[in-house]
């Protein structure tokens, strides 16, 4: 719509019918945004000789309450009815400091009705490359494409993508979807050699990013195998006669594009059968139900890559991008590019950027040292755009003011060690062919580089030698940084090593969608990033961005990608948020402070369909740390998790997040931690030990989680460890372990707690509460749980299917059960477990009951079950304990009574334990009573001159001795 291309479409208007245009746009402007006066109409070259001969600027342009207009252009728009029309308004931005690097003239769109069409809406509608007025207009005009010619439709297409943008940048600025439809689109003329050609005339070898970084993880739920989840995210390096075309030869490269395509872009559409051969649809003021048209293999152009993408265009003009290719060779496109900047006033103009000056680092730093040096008063920011600077930047001076450079191509290193701003530091957009250094220097404001890319590119000949590798300095080097208005990097990409040890931050840290590649002279040095004893005010935030366009892809979704370990040691922060990000190695936040929370889970894309799981590819480290919350719901960690002598003020969270578990590759090692509120895992996979040694936390959850399969069938995840062990540690509350699973891993993963593999243990634990594997509120429990994710626990077919789901959950210990001298005010609960080995509860103090008769399932005990020297102030009730070793409960003292059997007048199946060994109960104290059967016994329990049921010394309140049934 405004390429070359289309110039001879234009109709460009007199100076009387520009007037009028001018006016009635900037009535509607008035009455919808408030800007009166917006626009005012100048006659070509007036405003541009006022100002070079008098030193002046026109008084409605220096108080930036009006744009001059130079000409007024219309072509019409026939896929919406006859006399609509689309304007172009060019305006003069030659002398707005915001505009700097772009052409003089830009261009203001709007599209105005036929006359006195409609009598309730605005005849204007202005274009702001946003997809609501495109809407507005389908609308208002009642499109309906499907009763047009497939070349109006093209058109439409063309439209469409010409006044839609991507996302917004940082700096506010939106890039059009282009069509060209030649290749004489394109402006050769204005473009330099490429900086990577600069790099292999010096023989500096670049590197790539990595393919499938984007890529939205895979779902833990249902079990998936964990091996297809991890990738080698290796170094790649760029190779021009493989990937990409020099710039003599892009002409012909993108010729051959459209040659292949006929030379017609887009294409024709495929035009779908409409139902019934006449046509007819029975009323003809109604859009035709009609298959979407297709078109297929379209030439896109978005900032400086070429893609081919198919559209999907409905009826009503709703288009959908169904898939797009990137075209390799032409993914960066050393071409001037189109950007929407909003103006003074705030109008969205289209800019076209200037073309790319060459000039020297000393002229760079002599026209910012020039325009410090007349500038009277509070000093407006510096801003220079489209440049290419060669040589090395390096000053050490101060710098009075903010200083903005956008799109700046450094060919060498740029240095700032040393250096004062007195204002910010703004690098947008740039590219560093080598590296980028402030070490030790101050900024006053902000410090950003969002949107930059530091290549970080090397000597071919560095490879030779590993003392030369050991040579190469930092890609980014902000050691010892002081930038008081905080640090701004989204979408940063960094090839090489990034240090910042030491630096102060007084305000937020952001840096989303981050991307830092390891180079091959980097192989000797773990740390992508070293960030230790960093001091930020405020928030560090380093997730992604799930952005995307209208569209409906994601085509600005960005990763926070981290290409070996991040180091934090020693951080101090606000908050820390890291959801989603990639690690290609460890996490050290060992030593940090952090008074908010810290955030290592699931960053959801808007469709809540797809997301990026916090992954840590080998270990997780928080010793010695102090924070508010930790938040490791849905996190990938591969090796352990280490939190020792971690110190919280609320909860540490790793439970399911939708269909994602937490994931612990190895141990996790609480020991000495004190968490205030919650430990809750539950539903996590935790490969090895659980390690809790000394230390406090309010409530330990390790239980069962429920989520929704396909058809929001109910599902109930369990908690999983390789064994767990408790010593010495105090809970506040109580401990839930309903449904946890406890299996050996394999091997001599244990070391010396050997004894804990696969087993539950927690010894000289103190518990506020109980400890249970089964909740006596399971069915409320989980229907609430249910509730919540959207399950109708009314619905006859979902309460069926959620009882069925609940009564499946069974906890399982693969080894020792040993809970010897825990201490509980409340009761324990060993109801819906299995018990591969023994059970202890030897010198155990139990404030409530001893339960093993809830829930439907037999509780099975491998071994034996051991109560020797135990305190129970409620009642012992093991009816559905089944053991295959000995029962034992010597010089134990139960407060109320000890249910081994139902009582005699039961109605019902009697329950009973059953034991395949001795019951040895011999010192019992029961203060109320003790109900035994003969049944208790196993069939093969009785052994020749030995007792099978020992009572000596037992003091029992009352005794009910059930005979076995066969014999009764």
């Known amino acids: 719509m405004y390429l070359p291309q289309d110039d001879a479409v234009w109709t460009k208007l007199n100076r009387k019918m520009a007037e009028h245009a001018i006016g009635t746009l900037n009535d509607h402007l008035d009455s919808t945004r408030g800007l009166k006066a917006a626009l005012v109409s100048s006659p070509h070259g007036v405003r541009a000789t006022l100002a070079r001969v008098t030193g002046t600027k026109p008084p409605a342009q220096a108080e930036h309450s009006a744009l001059s207009v130079e000409g007024v252009d219309t072509r019409p728009l026939p896929f919406y009815g006859e006399d609509w029309l689309l304007y172009r308004f060019a305006c003069v931005i030659e002398d707005d400091p915001d505009l700097a690097g772009y052409e003089r003239l830009a261009h203001l769109f709007a599209v105005r009705a036929p006359i006195d069409a409609f009598e309730d809406s605005a005849p204007w509608t202005l274009l702001d490359w946003t997809s609501s007025p495109l809407h507005q207009l389908n609308v208002q005009a009642g499109l309906d494409l499907s009763r047009l010619d497939p070349e109006h439709v093209r058109e439409y297409l063309v439209f469409f993508c010409s006044f839609l943008g991507g996302e917004e940048d940082v ?316 640090v701004f990097a989204d979408h940063l990409t960094v090839f090489g090593r990034i240090r910042a040890q030491w630096a102060r931050i007084g305000g937020v840290m952001r840096a989303r969608g981050l991307q830092v590649y390891r180079r091959g002279n980097d192989a000797d040095d773990e740390r992508a990033i070293d960030l230790s004893h960093m001091t930020v005010d405020g928030p560090l935030d380093l997730i992604g961005n799930t952005s995307r366009s209208t569209f409906g892809e994601a085509v600005k979704a960005r990763r926070t990608f981290i290409g070996g370990a991040l180091v934090m040691h020693g951080l101090r922060v606000r908050q820390a948020d890291l959801r989603g990000v990639r690690i290609y190695g460890y996490l050290d936040l060992e030593s940090c402070e952090i008074s908010g929370s810290v955030n290592l889970g699931v960053l959801d894309f808007d469709d809540g369909e797809r997301g990026w799981r916090a992954r840590i590819e080998t270990e997780l480290d928080l010793s010695r740390s102090r924070a508010g919350q930790l938040e490791l719901s849905g996190c990938f960690v591969g090796g352990p998790l280490t939190l020792v002598g971690l110190r919280l003020e609320d909860s540490l969270f790793a439970r399911l997040h939708d269909r994602f578990r937490t994931r612990i590759g190895a141990a996790a090692v609480l020991s000495g931690a004190s968490v205030r509120g919650d430990i809750d895992c539950a539903g996590a996979e935790i490969t090895g030990l659980v390690e809790f040694i000394t230390g406090y936390c309010g409530r330990l959850r390790l239980c069962a989680s429920p989520w929704l399969a396909q058809e929001k069938k109910p599902m109930i995840c369990g908690t999983s460890a390789g064994g767990v062990l408790l010593m010495d540690l105090q809970v506040g509350a109580g401990i839930d372990l309903t449904g946890l699973r406890t299996v050996a891993p394999g091997g001599n993963s244990f070391g010396r707690a050997a004894y804990v593999e696969g087993g539950f243990v927690a010894l000289g634990t103190s ?182 049921i020992d009572l000596s010394r037992s003091r029992i309140g009352q005794l009910s001795n059930r005979l076995r049934s066969q014999a009764s």
């Open 767 to 948: 518990l506020g509460g109980g400890l249970r594997f089964w909740r006596e509120d399971a069915e409320a429990h989980f229907r609430s749980q249910f509730a919540e994710r959207g399950l109708n626990p009314n619905d006859d077919a979902a309460k069926e299917a959620i009882e069925k789901t609940i009564a499946e959950i069974k906890a399982r210990v693969g080894g020792k059960l040993d809970l010897r001298g825990i201490r509980t005010a409340g009761s324990i609960n060993l109801g819906c477990c299995e018990i591969d080995d023994s059970v202890c509860l030897d010198n155990a103090r139990i404030g409530g009951n001893l339960r093993a008769s809830d829930g439907n399932a037999i509780i099975k005990c491998a071994k034996d079950f051991t109560a020797d020297l135990a305190r129970i102030e409620g009642d012992v009730d093991l009816r559905r304990l089944e053991v295959r070793g000995k029962l034992s409960a010597r010089d134990t003292r139960v407060d109320g009574n000890v249910l081994l059997a139902d009582a005699t007048d039961i109605e019902r199946q009697p329950r009973h334990a059953r034991v395949e060994g001795v019951i040895d109960l011999a010192g019992l104290h029961a203060g109320a009573s003790l109900v035994i059967s003969g049944d208790n016994l196993a069939d093969n329990a009785a052994q020749k001159g030995k007792p099978c």
């Open 171 to 486: 700096d506010y600025t939106l890039t059009p979807f282009l069509i060209p439809g030649s290749s004489k689109d394109f402006d050769w003329e204005s473009a330099l050699v490429p900086l990577e050609e600069r790099a292999e005339m010096r023989h500096l070898t670049m590197f790539e990013p990595v393919a499938g970084v984007e890529e939205a993880d895979v779902f833990d739920l249902p079990p998936v195998d964990a091996g297809t989840e991890t990738k080698a995210y290796v170094e790649v390096r760029k190779k021009r006669a493989d990937n990409r075309a020099s710039l003599d030869l892009l002409p012909g490269v993108i010729a051959k594009l459209f040659d292949e395509m006929s030379g017609r872009n887009p294409p024709r559409p495929e035009v779908p059968a409409v139902a019934g051969e006449s046509g007819e649809t029975g009323d003809e003021n109604a859009v035709r139900e009609i298959p979407a048209l297709c078109f297929k293999g379209v030439l896109v152009w978005y900032r400086n890559t070429l893609f081919h993408a198919d559209f999907s265009v409905n009826g009503d003009g709703a288009i959908q991008m169904d898939e797009d290719t990137p075209i390799a060779g032409v993914d960066t496109l050393p071409l001037p590019q189109l950007d929407v900047k909003q103006a003074r006033p705030p109008v969205p103009l289209l800019c076209r950027r200037k073309k790319r000056e060459e000039i020297a680092a000393e002229e760079l730093l002599a026209r910012i040292r020039q325009f410090l040096a007349v500038s009277d008063g509070p000093r407006p920011p510096i801003r220079l755009r489209g440049l290419r600077v060669s040589g090395d930047v390096t000053d050490k001076s101060v710098f009075a003011g903010t200083v903005r450079l956008e799109d700046i191509e450094f060919t060498g290193n740029v240095v700032f060690d040393d250096t004062v701003f007195e204002g910010s530091l703004e690098l947008l957009g740039c590219r560093f062919l080598e590296r980028f250094s402030a070490r030790n220097a101050t900024v006053k404001g902000a410090l950003r580089l969002d949107r930059s890319y530091v290549h970080g590119a090397i000597d071919d000949a560095s490879g030779s030698s590993a003392e030369k590798q050991r040579r190469v300095k930092p890609t980014l080097d902000l050691r010892g940084l002081e930038a008081k208005g905080g």
